[in-house]
C-alpha cells in the first residue's frame, strides 16, 4: 500500500547535536512537507517542496534544513541552532502543492535532553 | 489570533450519541480540510471540501462559504472515533495550509 514513513518514532538527542528525520513517500507526489506540532498548537510548517531539488521556507524554518534530492524522499534536519528542538514532527505529502488531498506520516517525537 | 477557530476545544460524549465539531476561518478559502489525529500521532485526512456537503459513513462534513464557517459530524458515535479533530484551510492566494488548534473527542462507552 503507497504511504509515508517516518523514522524513528521516537528520537532522544543531546542538546547541541543536528539530527535527522526521515520521510519517504512512495505516492508518487510531487510535493512534500514538513510540520511541526507542540501542545495546544495547530501544526506549523517548517519547509517544503513542490519538486525534486527545490524547496522554501515555512513559518518556522530558522533552525531547521532540508533536501530533496530524490521524489520519494524529503529529510529534515534539527540543528543546534533551533532553540526548542523537543516537539512532534510530521511529514505530509500531497500530489502537487495546493492541489489534492494530503497524506500524513504517522511523525517522530523528538526530546532533546 | 489564529485563522482558522475550532469549537470546542475539549468535547466528552456517549456511546450513539450525534457529535457536532465546528470550524470558522477569517479567509477566503480555495478548500478546506477535516483530519483525525489518533492518540499515537498519526494524522488521516478525512475530508477536503470547497463548497456543499460530503459523507463517508458515519462522518458528514458541510461547508458554508458566505459564511467562513464549516462543521464535521458523526452520528451513532463510537469510542473508536476517540481522537483529535483537525480543521485546516487552503487560502486562495496561500501557499499553506493554516491549521486550527484541533478539538479532542473523547466517547465513552
Known amino acids: 500500500d503507497g504511504g509515508i514513513t517516518q523514522s524513528p518514532k521516537y528520537l532522544f538527542r543531546k542538546e547541541g547535536q543536528n539530527v535527522t528525520l526521515s520521510c519517504e513517500q512512495n505516492?508518487?507526489?510531487?510535493?512534500m512537507y514538513w510540520y511541526r506540532q507542540d501542545p495546544g498548537q495547530g501544526l506549523r510548517l517548517i519547509y517544503y517542496?513542490?519538486?525534486?531539488?527545490?524547496?522554501q521556507k515555512g513559518d518556522i524554518a530558522e533552525g531547521y534544513s532540508v533536501s530533496r534530492e530524490k521524489k520519494e524522499s524529503f529529510p529534515l534536519t534539527v540543528t543546534s541552532a533551533q532553540k526548542n528542538p523537543t516537539a512532534f514532527y510530521l511529514c505530509?505529502?500531497?500530489?502537487?502543492?495546493?492541489?489534492?488531498?494530503?497524506?500524513f506520516g504517522s511523525g517522530t517525537r523528538l526530546t532533546v535532553v | 489570533k489564529n485563522e482558522v477557530e475550532q469549537s470546542p476545544q475539549n468535547l466528552t460524549a456517549q456511546e450513539g450519541e450525534f457529535i457536532t465539531i465546528n470550524c470558522s476561518y477569517s479567509v477566503g478559502i480555495s478548500a478546506l480540510h477535516w483530519l483525525q489525529q489518533h492518540p499515537g500521532g498519526g494524522i488521516v485526512s478525512l475530508f477536503m471540501l470547497s463548497s456543499g456537503k460530503k459523507k463517508h459513513g458515519r462522518l458528514i462534513a458541510t461547508i458554508n462559504i458566505q459564511e467562513k464557517h464549516s462543521s464535521l459530524h458523526i452520528t451513532a458515535s463510537h469510542p473508536r472515533d476517540s481522537a483529535v479533530y483537525i480543521c485546516?484551510?487552503?487560502?486562495?492566494?496561500?501557499?499553506?495550509?493554516?491549521f486550527g488548534k484541533g478539538t479532542k473527542l473523547t466517547v465513552n462507552p
Open positions: 505530509a505529502s500531497s500530489i502537487q502543492h495546493r492541489q489534492g488531498g494530503y497524506t
Open positions: 485546516a484551510v487552503m487560502g486562495g492566494g496561500s501557499e499553506k495550509l493554516v
Open positions: 517542496s513542490q519538486i525534486v531539488n527545490d524547496f
Open positions: 505516492l508518487n507526489h510531487d510535493a
